[in-house]
């Protein structure tokens, strides 16, 4: 089967990308690890990093790729099998999966989506960094720390209270 998807070299997208097994904490256990592939994959094959949450069974990342690039699903690739392969086996896996050397720890697929336009970008960063409030996970987006939202607070694009009421209840 053959995935229509939006491919512009040089595009902005928003990507969200699951784990096979919704419940886990693998992501988050394992987010040292998770942020050093990551690394590995941008120094081999850049791209911009607008906004990034890892969540216990899934993250949420709003990337742009370089000029003429549109190969963002090799990134993903790279950066999934890039941490599987760090990680002690011991999910199950179906034989499909087995006869692919596929481990089972991810969905096989992601969903993108090509960012349109400047408010389109503002609404998919702030989608991400209230993402853990959206899921219970923290009362305030700055409480999480698998957050680019304290990078963005660090380098005052945003306050460390961005979308809490003076009364600490989140706002969406």
Same mark, same amino acid.
């Given at each position: 089967?053959?995935?229509? +998807?939006?491919?512009?070299?040089? #595009?902005?997208?928003?990507?969200?990308?699951?784990?096979? %097994? *919704? @419940?886990?904490?693998?992501?988050?256990?394992?987010?040292?690890?998770?942020?050093?592939?990551?690394?590995?994959?941008?120094?081999?094959?850049?791209?911009?990093?607008?906004?990034?949450?890892?969540?216990?069974?899934?993250?949420?990342?709003?990337?742009?790729?370089?000029?003429?690039?549109?190969?963002?699903?090799?990134?993903?690739?790279?950066?999934?099998?890039?941490?599987?392969? +760090?990680?002690?086996?011991?999910? #199950?896996?179906?034989?499909?999966?087995?006869?692919?050397? %596929? *481990? @089972?720890?991810?969905?096989?697929?992601?969903?993108?989506?090509?960012?349109?336009?400047?408010?389109?970008?503002?609404?998919?960063?702030?989608?991400?960094?209230?993402?853990?409030?959206?899921?219970?996970?923290?009362?305030?987006?700055?409480?999480?720390?698998?957050?680019?939202?304290?990078?963005?607070?660090?380098?005052?694009?945003?306050?460390?209270?961005?979308?809490?009421?003076?009364?600490?209840?989140?706002?969406?």
């Amino acid at each position: 089967m053959r995935y229509r +998807r939006s491919i512009v070299p040089g #595009g902005c997208y928003f990507f969200t990308v699951n784990l096979a %097994e *919704r @419940g886990s904490r693998l992501l988050v256990d394992n987010a040292y690890l998770l942020k050093k592939v990551v690394r590995e994959v941008r120094a081999r094959h850049p791209f911009e990093v607008h906004a990034w949450v890892t969540m216990p069974d899934h993250l949420h990342a709003v990337l742009t790729l370089p000029e003429g690039d549109d190969r963002f699903a090799m990134r993903w690739s790279l950066i999934k099998s890039g941490f599987s392969k +760090r990680i002690e086996a011991d999910e #199950g896996t179906t034989e499909s999966r087995r006869q692919n050397g %596929e *481990r @089972g720890i991810w969905q096989r697929r992601f969903w993108e989506h090509l960012i349109r336009d400047d408010g389109d970008l503002q609404r998919h960063v702030d989608y991400v960094h209230y993402n853990p409030v959206k899921h219970g996970l923290v009362g305030r987006p700055s409480d999480w720390p698998f957050s680019s939202l304290h990078r963005h607070v660090r380098l005052g694009a945003m306050s460390a209270d961005w979308c809490v009421a003076t009364d600490r209840r989140a706002v969406g």
